[in-house]
């Protein structure tokens, strides 16, 4: 009896470990090799949790590493990408990406809360929880599969969806403007089309469609309606871009 | 004979090259890939020099890029090395290892000067320039080598030799002391033999030998000679430790 007990146990718990699986995968865009690092990146301290030496297991000591690697990340994509920024323009930049606002919209957008294990109910926390399971994933990325792999999720997930220097210096305020006068100059139709759904914890979402000429050319989706008008327009404006210089 | 004087040149530049390659890799404890990066590392503002596309040559901005490997590296140190230390611990303990006295020590115990380049007369550079030649050397080591063997340099060349978590925790003042202690309580005679040289670019050094027991336990060289000491002492501390691990 006990060993069935065990036997369900275990296969309860294996699939919950699929699900989890499953679900790192897609943010990560790639494979992980041991959950154990993303389970502590996600439990709170509130769940008293002690690991095998009896040593406090939760993400607060990986929001320490994440946040190292993330700045060196960081670092080295601004050193390469802006060779004429001096050392207080590179110190500058890298304090607007990982800004604590930067990094909560980024913990939120991944909508890292619904893994959460704790003790107290998530309402109770304040907005830079999601800033800290941010941090505490990048550390669990890092001890997982290294700096190469860290360096890879930063530069495909965030890096080529939010951090845009010429925005982050001031000299485009607004990508839907530049898209909307762009569009007006050649007297072209534009449109954004809302979808609003759930997302799976509850958080709102608004998915957007941007049509020009009658023709989709960027979707986006994200947790207000300026936010993803925003992201579309910016997708839009860079494949442009990239058009202009293929040509 | 413009030719000629073409070949000279190149040579005398390849000779130079060579000497330079030679005295990088004995510090890095590996062999550079490009030197460009090195040189670059240890130019200064004042030799006003740029690179091919007119940007400014010189090292300012790879210190920014070292400071942030060097903090990530020391990060990873620290959590693998103390699980038991809490976030706070973590960052004290990170910004002990990675003060602006500990990198003047490294980038002087380093030599770093002997490579700069610059219009002005070192006597000039502030007691900072040790430490900001030495953030750029890491960053230098990064551009070149990559990630894994900026932490391979600051792992066998700093964390080894300077980075010790007891001193820094307070624990230990001093392993001169600790060493006469145990002579003093074993009955055991020992000395610290110095001998005074002056470097290759007029830095005076000291090298001592602890003898123990009329046998020689450890060497250490240093800028001065109670560091020299305290170097010798703590390396005859960690070779009697390990002696009595393995008994």
Redesign the interface.
Known sequence: MRRLLNKIRKNSRSQEDGIFFEKITKILGFEPKELKYYRKAFTHRSANKL?E?G??FNY??L???G???L??VI??HL?NEV?????GY??KMRSKIVSREHLNELGRDFNLLQFVESKVNSSQFGENIHGNLFEAFI?AI?LDKG??YC?KFIQNKIIKQYVDIAKLEGKVISYKSLIIEWCQKEKAPFAFDFIEDNGQEGQKYFSVKLSINHKIVAKARATSKKKAEEKAAQRAYFAFQEKIIKK
């Open positions: 690991d030496k040593n406090p607060e000591r929001e320490f590493l946040d190292a690697m700045g060196s670092a080295a050193y060779p004429s920024g001096d050392e590179l110190t550390g890092y700096f190469a360096e």
